[in-house]
């Protein structure tokens, strides 16, 4: 009997160590550290006091086409507010991540994370994805699919700060 309990309890530690990880909402973002396209080193505590609106994308995705330019608008509105956009592509091809960043004229903070290091410490297996992090790092929105529209967004934001 106490074998068996053994067993299970082991088996239920298996599970959860092997289990993805996937950050939701109430959740405290993972820490992190990157290189964006500007050259600096980003972390999580990096955003400590201001909103970030952290986007996984790619080149490819027909959605995150569709949502780039209102991801632009909101930076444009925001950035003086202490809100922080940073997009986060998972390209492979350099040549076409950056051929789409200057065709709709990105602004806002990005970098490529072909190896999605960045995007497997949140769980990322669908794009788009956007989280919405408050200025303690923890998640407080997180929209799957470019359903959010420009104005909705600014509502959420807007009641962060």
Known sequence: MAMAGALGVLGVVLWDVTRERVTGVGDMAPDFSVKADNGMTLTRADFGG???VLNFWATWCQ?????????EALH?????QGVVVLGV??????????????????SFLTLRDASKSLSDSFGTYRIPETYVIDKEGKVRQKIIG???????MIRAV????
């Not at 959605?63 to 991801?71: F, G, Q, S």
């Open 50 to 52: 201001k909103v970030l």
């Open 63 to 71: 959605p995150c086409i569709r949502e780039t330019p209102e991801l």
């Open 76 to 80: 444009r509105k925001m950035r003086d």
């Open 89 to 106: 592509s998972i390209d492979q091809k350099e040549e076409k991540y950056k051929a789409f960043l200057k065709r709709f004229s990105v």
């Open 146 to 152: 470019a359903e959010w529209k420009e104005d909705d």
């Open 158 to 161: 807007k009641a962060l700060l």
